[in-house]
């Protein structure tokens, strides 16, 4: 199959792009690199540098695509809420002139990174893709507009999608070459490169003791990089009639801040420091999914544990320094 990827160079697109390559499909991605590589993108591939919004380059790289995995986006969360016309302009509008453009090529299977985010602070344990949708942050809203107008639109357009709700990404893919694909750490807030990046002299940063959890800190739920991308490509295969499905994708297992921390410790055999923060606003006590519709659509199961997303994600890091 010929596949469009955007994002195709960054910490996920990468990882589906390499499987892709390497089940024998015909592969380009389009990047701006502004958060991935060009060296991350399989050399069987083709690679366009541009912008999601560069509406000429995305026509040259729709030529000839059967299909589109679209996970170019701005997704840091603090960012967004300081440049909220950056994030429409890329999450939303840029989406809808490539959806416009893929109906003008008449291709019609299409999956689209969501993120749990969609969720805000939600009252569910586990969230299902029937909890309410309540964003807290521009990011959120910007992939639940997305979201609302594929299912809005799907049928009619003859279009048949799927909405995959990432939960907290993590892990890293060692290809058979030997190289570990490059994580853009840089700016990274998320909670494992924050421990990572920890030591005595700059700990890692807690937001909040008093959680209603079994140790006072959140709740989220860690899902490997590689089931990730293994979902996207079992769902690409999926997609044979209009319409679209909204599919949460994570372990259905939830683990606490202090948790991660400890496990990161006996993973990277060093004692992990911390201190503790106010809250933040916008934060939910806890996050994790339940994978049934993932299971009983796709036949998915995560494969990887905590352990292994944390030990994968520091053997990126050294490799990569």
């Known amino acids: ?7 195709g160079a960054g910490y996920i697109g990468s990882v589906v792009t390499y499987k892709l390559v390497e ?3 015909d592969v380009t991605v389009i990047d701006d690199l502004s958060n991935g590589f060009a060296t991350n993108v399989h050399a069987k591939a083709k690679f366009i540098e541009g912008s999601i919004l560069e509406k000429e380059k995305i026509l040259g790289a729709l030529n000839g695509v059967e299909a589109v995995i679209h996970l170019a986006a701005k997704i840091r969360v603090e960012e967004g809420e300081v440049k909220p016309e950056l994030y429409k302009s890329v999450n939303v509008d840029g989406t ?13 299977k299409f999956i689209f990174a969501s993120t749990a985010a969609v969720y805000g602070e939600p009252e569910d344990y586990p969230v ?4 309410n949708v309540a964003p807290v942050n521009v990011y959120g809203k910007t992939k639940l507009e997305i979201d609302e107008y594929l299912s809005v639109n799907a049928i009619k357009s003859g279009l048949s999608a799927i909405s995959f709700r990432f939960f907290n990404v993590g892990g890293a893919l060692k ?11 840089e700016g990274a807030t998320h909670l494992i490169p924050s421990i990572l990046h920890s030591s005595a002299n700059k700990p890692l940063q807690i937001f909040g003791k008093d959680w209603p959890t079994q140790d006072g800190t959140p709740v989220r739920d860690y899902v ?30 939830g683990s606490t801040v202090l948790q991660v921390a400890q496990a990161a410790g006996k993973v990277l055999n060093k004692k992990i420091v911390y201190v503790f923060a106010d809250r933040r606003e916008g934060d939910s006590f806890a996050l994790v999914t339940s994978n049934e519709k993932a299971s009983k659509i796709l036949g998915w199961k995560p494969k990887f544990n905590l352990e292994s997303i944390l030990s994968d994600a520091n053997s990126e890091l050294i490799a990569n320094k």
Do not use: F, Y
């Not at 299902?128 to 909890?131: I, K, P, Q, R």
């Not at 769902?235 to 994570?250: E, R, Y």
């Open 96 to 108: 809808l002139m490539l959806l416009e453009l893929c109906k003008s090529k008449n291709i019609n």
């Open 1 to 7: 199959m010929k596949i469009l990827v955007t994002g």
């Open 128 to 131: 299902t893709e029937n909890s």
């Open 175 to 185: 290809t058979k070459e030997g190289n570990w694909l490059r994580i853009k750490h």
């Open 224 to 253: 490997h990089v590689m089931d990730i991308a293994e979902a996207i490509i079992v769902g690409l295969a999926k997609l044979d009639t209009p319409g679209h499905s909204v599919i949460n994708l994570g372990t259905s297992n």
């Open 23 to 25: 089940q024998g499909n």
